[in-house]
């Protein structure tokens, strides 16, 4: 089990999948700010959404310097269809085997049309340039979620 990440604490070390086509480690990101947030599935409408809203506004975070990333359990592949049909300009994380959504504990139980199952809960986490967790925003909204980060990296 993955050792789980505490406000004001330094987020373990990970490496996963990216759909940059290389590994994305959090190490290579020092010195950045880093928007992760977790969505439960490509091309959903709230994910889509949210995804977007991100995209556009990449330049302002970038000028903020943090840099964007988002995760869900998705392949690669699909996150690549995801990417390619909305012209996404940041990568996204395969978190298939759930080691990054067990850092962050974000896999909680859902209500899908009835039926409980076990998903991912949207959640946005912000680490700062020394890699320790300054934000933590879980049950969130995806409309406008991407400008609320933003005004939150602003403020750091």
């Given at each position: 089990?993955?050792?789980k990440?505490?406000?004001?604490?330094?987020?373990?070390?990970?490496?996963?999948?990216?759909?940059?086509?290389?590994?994305?480690?959090?190490?290579?990101?020092?010195?950045?700010?880093?928007?992760?947030?977790?969505?439960?599935?490509?091309?959903?409408?709230?994910?889509?959404?949210?995804?977007?809203?991100?995209?556009?506004?990449?330049?302002?975070?970038k000028?903020?310097?943090?840099?964007?990333?988002?995760?869900?359990?998705?392949?690669?592949k699909?996150?690549d269809k995801?990417?390619?049909?909305y012209?996404?300009?940041f990568?996204?994380?395969?978190?298939?085997?759930?080691?990054?959504?067990?850092?962050?504990?974000?896999?909680?139980?859902?209500n899908?049309?009835?039926?409980?199952v076990?998903?991912?809960?949207?959640?946005?986490?912000?680490?700062?340039?020394?890699?320790?967790?300054?934000?933590?925003?879980?049950?969130?909204?995806?409309?406008?979620?991407?400008?609320?980060?933003l005004?939150?990296?602003?403020?750091?």
């Amino acid at each position: 089990m993955a050792a789980k990440v505490a406000m004001g604490k330094k987020v373990p070390a990970f490496k996963i999948p990216s759909s940059s086509g290389e590994t994305f480690s959090l190490s290579s990101k020092k010195g950045k700010k880093v928007v992760l947030y977790f969505y439960p599935k490509d091309s959903t409408p709230g994910c889509t959404t949210e995804s977007i809203e991100f995209n556009e506004l990449l330049p302002q975070f970038k000028k903020a310097g943090a840099e964007v990333v988002g995760v869900s359990r998705d392949s690669l592949k699909s996150h690549d269809k995801f990417i390619c049909k909305y012209d996404f300009k940041f990568e996204l994380l395969s978190d298939e085997e759930e080691e990054l959504c067990q850092i962050f504990d974000v896999i909680k139980e859902k209500n899908m049309y009835g039926k409980k199952v076990m998903g991912i809960e949207r959640s946005t986490f912000v680490i700062d340039e020394d890699g320790k967790l300054v934000g933590e925003f879980r049950k969130i909204k995806a409309e406008g979620h991407a400008a609320e980060m933003l005004k939150f990296v602003k403020s750091l």
